[in-house]
């Protein structure tokens, strides 16, 4: 039996992360219907057998209803992130074959990260009526700037290469310039960010959901389920909040180590390792 390089650990890693996201969030759309069904004869139970993460003060089964939220916030992770790398290719390719849309881009750019994050996530929600798509608009257009300047960063230097500007020169139309000789460059940068949007989208959307200003009180989301276990803390339901946060946390860590997992496998200093 061959000895296993790092490559091979970390793409052992990498399955068995995606493994345990892909069954959080097919168990959250399982037990969906459990984590809305009410039993006031069982209410606020501490955790057991019966109940692993115990009861809420309607006698909703915790262990359900964070499955739920985790699996709710990892599908509108999935959907902005995707979302929010496409902008930021788009406009980062668009930024570095222009002068003027670079500069038009570039003052967007800088104009976004000057924003507190948070603020500008809300703003946009708010503006998109919040609820569903609120989140995902304000999530998928507040996490584009950071991708989008290294994606105008990549272009630029792939512009001076050799065999571009020979491509330039010789009357090589600029749209398959960018399909045949940019875009595979940027496969790798495109990828490790998608994946590292991720933990920034699912914070973020559980955070202005804890607010008040993302997801309905109705939906079982984990910013949802958070902010109303605020108010069961000093009675000593402790259970309410560490469950779900702790679960959160985990999924976030998840996610970053598919993201630095997938940034070593593509980094060129790795492939002999």
Known sequence: MSRWNQRKRTLALLGCAALLLCAVTVAGLLFQPLAMETDFANKQLAPGPGHWFGTDWMG????????????????IGLLTA??????????????????????????????????????????????????????????????WPSLARVIRG?????????????AERLGVPRGRIIRRHMLP??????????????????LHEASVTFLGFGLSPEQPAIGVILSESMRYLTTGKWWLALFPGLSLVLVVLLFAALGEGVRRLLHPASAHQ
């Not at 990549?154 to 020979?166: F, G, I, K, N, S």
């Not at 960010?193 to 920034?200: A, N």
């Open 60 to 75: 909703r089964d915790m262990l359900a209803r964070t499955l739920t939220g985790l699996s709710l916030s990892i599908r």
């Open 185 to 202: 460059h940027l496969l790798p940068q495109f990828l490790t960010g998608l994946i590292l949007q991720f933990p920034h989208a699912i």
């Open 154 to 166: 990549e272009v630029l230097q792939l512009r001076q290469t050799t065999y571009v500007r020979a």
């Open 82 to 143: 995707v979302v929010s790398a496409l902008l930021s290719v788009l406009l980062g390719v668009t930024a570095a074959l222009g002068r003027r849309a670079d500069a038009v881009i570039s003052w967007c750019i800088d104009l976004f990260l000057g924003i507190p994050h948070i603020l500008l996530v809300m703003l946009i929600s708010l503006a998109f009526g919040r609820g569903f798509v609120g989140v995902v608009a304000g999530v998928s257009l507040s996490h």
